[in-house]
């Protein structure tokens, strides 16, 4: 079993949709030093007006890491593949609570041995996932629309943030907070400043002519932000 990593720490993920998939593993490699998790975007051209990748490509992708696979599910009916993404290498998938069935779709991961996100869209409240918050190992806070990488970061979604933070350290709750879309050397320090402890990168990370350098550098500005 892959280690997640402390609750609460700054964990930096990488998010390979913004990856070159003709060499997907060197990309992958190529940040592994200061990079926490991997986040993993799967996108089904339903719930998302675009069409990513699925469990083969996850699964080619295994041998070549021992990050913790943070399986991003931008899918109508996750519940249908679970066991996919699980017999793939996912170490963690996150559904969008906008698709329900919320609470089967927890167990079921559960089942499996996955650990288990819940995300919501940046029109979506906090408050019907705020009560998922002790049954969950992260939320996900979407900061742009999802479907695509290299949007602009919606600021107006750190108000949900601060809320899950605030929530989950009265509870002291095992549970991580994402932040998802946008995230930037001038955006990072402003979600982790809000609450986020992981922060989702694609284009600040994978666009950039050092991709290990970038990654760190986000490191760095979170860091700061948080002492
Ligand atoms: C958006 C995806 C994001 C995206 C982030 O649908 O869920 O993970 O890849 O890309 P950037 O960092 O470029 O916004
Ligand atoms: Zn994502």
Redesign the pocket.
Known sequence: MIDPGPIGAVRIAP?I??ADFGVLAAQVQSVDAQTDWL?V?VMDGHF?PNISLGPPVIKSLRPYSQKFFDC?L?MTDPGRYLEAFANSGANGVSVHIEVGGTANLISDARALGLRVGLVINPETPYKPAAEFLGDIDYLMI?S?H??????SFIEDVMEKLRRARADIDEGQLACDLEI????DLHTAPIAAAAGANVL?????IFNKPDPLAAAAAIRDVVLAARA
Request: glycine share 24%; hydrophobic share 45%; aromatic share 4%.
């Open positions: 998010s949709l913004a986040h975007d998302v991003h931008m979407m742009v999802p479907g695509f990488g290299g949007q998802d879309g946008g995230i989702v990168a694609g284009s600040a």
